[in-house]
């Protein structure tokens, strides 16, 4: 999750703080607006509803379970009845599970339609733990991203049960996520049917790919026009495995990045020269589009600003590493490879 990276950035210096904030500021809209543009490029490709496909029947949760939380920590469920993810990716995986029903707040990030009337108990993506205690969860669930600290202490000290993930930047993070959420909540095997489902579509995912003469070079930007944060994705940044996976190669790891994001310059950019630009949504219609996109520094005299090739994926959906991967996949290429979608 990038409120992590957020976070980082803030012990580093007057100058990241600063940057630090913009972004803080800025993401306190990412998951309220609800509409969203393709990418001029891409006109013609249809997008998914924003929604979460979950198995069959709903499990029975058998309880007590004892998980090995990512701090550390051994924490033992013994109630699914009052759920709450602390992060979209979390909650993604908890519904595609069939316990929707169970979950009773959501956080800011977290924007699928099933979730969509649950109470919001973060602010920026920082957890109110006062809001989390007052709907007397069972269990939470949160990773290394989830903060601040004191409000999941809070959480902790009040008894509740909070197990954390570690963050999920890879496709391979994929299987072993679904695998820890499940065993948590007492529902090993749905976790075995949903982990192989979704490994399942990311191989289909990946064998329907066209195929290239050259890898394309694709980098990932962070923008926040409301704020004026723009970034350029390195290594780091979680998009790398997606771009690698639709046959692509990381600009901002070529151009030589080794870290998650820097601050976007037309130097960089033209060193990264990407042949496809990809961006969140609610990023780009934040800086008014494709047409605003091309006005920021270095865009227009990239290959992929000459050629208005810009890949455009929902917010909650990008990064999120779940169940819904395989369907993000098949969107980055069809939008990479449009002639081939035809």
Sequence with gaps: MLSSTIRTRATRGPALLLLALGLLLALTACGAATGATGAAGSAGTSRAPDAVEPLPAEPAPQLPATAASADGRSVTVTSADRIIPLNGSLAEIVFSLGLGPKVVARDVSTTFQQASALPVITQAHDVSAEGVLSLHPTVVLADRSTGPAEAIAQIRAAGVPLIVLDDAKRLADVGPRI???AAA???PD??????ERTE???TE????????DRRPRVAFLYLRGSASVFLLGGPASGATSLIEAVGGEDAGQAAGLTGDFT??????LVKAAPDAILVMSKGLDSVGGVDGLLKLPGVAQTPA????RIVSIEDGQLLSYGPRTPQVLREIAEQLYPTAAK
């Design 205 to 212: 995912a990946r064998a329907a790919l066209p195929g290239a």
């Design 200 to 202: 399942q579509r990311i």
């Design 263 to 268: 601050p976007l310059t037309s130097e960089a």
């Design 305 to 308: 600003g000459l050629d208005r």
């Design 185 to 187: 909540l007492g529902v």
């Design 190 to 195: 749905a976790g075995r049917q949903l982990k």
């Design 179 to 181: 695998d820890t959420v």
